[in-house]
């Protein structure tokens, strides 16, 4: 399970992304007066960095640690890349200033509407700015962010969903080599000038993973993969039998509440996005830590849920330290704590990881799949 966005404290290279000090989950219980996460705290949240509200307890029901990120990035592709233990050597192309005019006269040429915007924006505000001339003239909004997206927002009176998602397709077609970003996203909207709204219709359309990641490995040996939220977005479907597409982290814990109802023999893979979403990229500390505390009322129906052998992670992809200045993805640990209730005895401290790959490496080992090049697994310390 994927949370997304909760880092653990800058990594040791965190100046080279702009991000010293960030520490999403320890700030943001600092800027509320702290966070109140009991069934969090008895996995051993607490145990991992210190954060206000949530003590360390002396015998945490999970192991628990934190892991470091060697990719070069700090966006959710690559996180959950390297989680699934594909390591990328090169960040994802970003395009501060916009996108170049021949790649912008190739989409238009490709999909028949001119474009406006072009530029990095906040997703909200530019359809704020450019709304009513695209409702007027039927001009595509493109736009991009600190992350490495090529973005397309239209009203849905204007274009249909079905044809947004053709045009995010044929930019998905035209975004190679030098440009080929990590997603291309279908932002559609609703409503009138002045009070415009985005739609839960989101779709992303990522750049395919090199082959040999944990989900083909699982999906070869037989194992179902069955995914929640955008996991099989980031993906590009490779490796995924089954794909749960949800709307918020409400609707995503639910989908895990149903699925583990019933039984299956494989993996679940979960994506919770509002922490990303719709709280760390606007700097909202409060409702992060609102978001927070929800998850943490609803975890113990996640635990009750799980069968005596299943084996339950809950970790990160990056963070989005909601404190600071800047509204981007945060180069950061992620938090690591493993929980089963077959466990023999009280969790213990598994260490700083030297990869988000140990997680796939773990599982690896778990379902007997051929081992990765990178990653140590730490099943073995799991009594």
Not at 4 to 14: K, M, R, S
Not at 151 to 166: F, R, S
Not at 245 to 261: V, Y
């Amino acid at each position: 399970m994927i949370l997304d966005a909760c880092g653990v404290g800058e990594l040791p290279d965190a100046a080279r992304f702009g991000d010293e000090g960030s520490n999403t989950l320890g700030n943001c219980a600092k800027a509320v007066g702290g966070l109140h996460l009991p069934n969090s705290g008895r996995l051993g949240l607490g145990n991992i960095i210190d954060i206000k509200g949530v003590p360390p307890v002396e015998e945490p029901y999970a192991y628990f640690g934190k892991m470091a990120e060697i990719s070069a990035g700090k966006d959710s592709t690559i996180g959950h890349w390297e989680l699934a233990g594909i390591i990328s050597p090169r960040p994802f192309p970003v395009f501060p200033d916009g996108f170049p005019e021949p790649l912008i006269r190739e989409f238009v040429k490709a999909v028949g509407r001119e474009v406006i915007g072009n530029k990095a924006a906040s997703g909200t505000e530019i359809i704020a700015e450019l709304g009513a001339e695209h409702l007027r003239t039927g001009k595509l909004i493109v736009y991009t962010s600190a992350d490495s997206v090529f973005q397309v927002a239209a009203h849905t009176d204007v274009v249909p969903l079905e044809k947004l998602y053709k045009y995010c397709r044929a930019a998905r077609g035209i975004l190679t080599g030098e440009h080929a970003v990590s997603r291309v996203i279908a932002r559609p909207f609703i409503g009138q000038p002045g009070a415009f709204t985005r739609t839960a219709d989101r779709v992303d359309f990522s750049v395919e993973p090199p082959p040999g990641g944990l989900l083909e490995k699982c999906e070869a040996a037989g194992l179902e993969v069955i995914t929640i939220g955008k996991v099989d977005y980031l993906f590009a479907g490779k490796g995924v039998t089954r794909a749960n597409h949800t709307r918020s982290n409400a609707e995503g814990i639910e989908s895990t509440k149903d699925i583990l109802a019933k039984k299956f023999r494989g993996l679940l893979f979960i994506n919770l996005v509002d922490f990303d979403m719709l709280w760390g990229h606007r700097n909202d500390a409060a409702a992060f830590a609102a978001g927070l505390e929800f998850f943490d009322k609803k975890l113990p129906e996640i635990l009750s849920q799980l069968a005596e052998d299943d084996l339950f992670m809950i970790t990160a992809d990056h963070g989005c330290d909601p404190t600071t200045p800047s509204t981007d993805h945060s180069r950061e640990y992620v938090p690591l704590l493993v929980y089963s209730k077959s466990f023999a005895s009280s969790g213990e401290n598994l260490g700083i990881r030297e990869t988000f790959a140990d997680i796939a490496a773990s599982i690896a080992e778990v379902f007997d799949l051929p081992r990765f090049s990178h990653g140590k697994s730490f099943s073995g310390e799991l009594r």
